[in-house]
């Protein structure tokens, strides 16, 4: 089995940004808008909620890489790194989870 970063997902992400709408999926969902991108996303989060509860182990997977892929499309879109994203992590691993919940709210 190949073995595939999130990483490597991202730098396809913005090679496939680069291309045409005519071979690019990537590329057409970029073209259809930041809202639309987003749509997608909770689109595809709503189908891995639902594989969760109710799907076998490798439809589980399969909805997984489909919310992973439109995430970095999302954040491709709003000009985000995947680094950004694991910085706020790292920043958030500073305290517990409970406490870090808890500052958000007070915050």
Do not use: F, N, P
């Not at 595939?4 to 291309?19: F, N, Y």
């Not at 969902?29 to 109710?54: F, M, P, Q, T, Y």
């Not at 499309?73 to 305290?95: F, M, N």
Request: include cysteine; charge should be negative.
């Amino acid at each position: 089995m190949a073995s595939l970063t999130l990483h490597d997902l991202e730098k396809r992400v913005q090679e496939r940004a680069k291309a045409s709408a005519d071979v690019s999926y990537t590329r057409k969902l970029i073209d259809r808008g930041v809202s639309h991108c987003a749509k997608k996303l909770g689109e595809e989060a709503v189908e891995a909620a639902i594989a969760a509860v109710g799907e076998d182990r490798e439809h589980m997977i399969a909805e997984a890489a489909d919310v992973l892929y439109h995430l970095l499309v999302v954040l491709h879109v709003r000009g985000i790194s995947l680094a950004e994203v694991e910085g706020e992590l790292g920043r958030r691993t500073q305290q517990s989870g409970l406490d870090e919940k808890a500052a958000r709210k007070s915050g």
